[in-house]
């Protein structure tokens, strides 16, 4: 089935980097676009970042202003996200997502807390 584990979150300083991993199995991971959102405490899900197939189309929310950094490996099947500058209010649970046949699978989330 498809899994998706997201992993690399943590507590970092302001100003500081994280680098976010999705491993995903269950599916021909190269076929499809991949996104990353995120989850802040009583607010909505938003999205952060949307990588295409070939790793050519990628797309971020406005909030991220050139800090981070959306990308693939087909060969591991994972989704990467470098997030540089962290800020306080990127603090949130960190999602990755794929969309298949009209469904939308999840992972489980990892926390991202940026705090002095």
């Known amino acids: 089935q498809v899994q998706l584990v997201e992993s690399g979150g943590g507590l970092v300083q302001p100003g500081g980097s994280l680098r976010l991993s999705c491993a995903t199995s269950?599916?021909?991971?190269?076929?499809?676009?991949m996104m990353w959102f995120r989850q802040a405490p009583a607010k909505g899900r938003e999205l952060v970042a949307f990588?295409?197939?070939?790793?050519?189309?990628?797309y971020y929310g406005d909030f991220v202003k050139g800090r981070f950094v959306a990308s693939r490996d087909n060969d591991k099947n994972t989704a990467y996200l470098q997030m540089n500058s962290l800020r306080p209010n990127d603090t949130a649970v960190y999602y990755c997502?794929?969309?298949?046949?009209?469904?939308?699978?999840w992972g489980q989330g990892t926390q991202v807390t940026v705090s002095s």
């Open positions: 997502k794929v969309p298949i046949s009209g469904y939308d699978y």
């Open positions: 269950g599916f021909t991971f190269r076929q499809y676009p």
């Open positions: 990588i295409g197939i070939r790793d050519s189309g990628t």
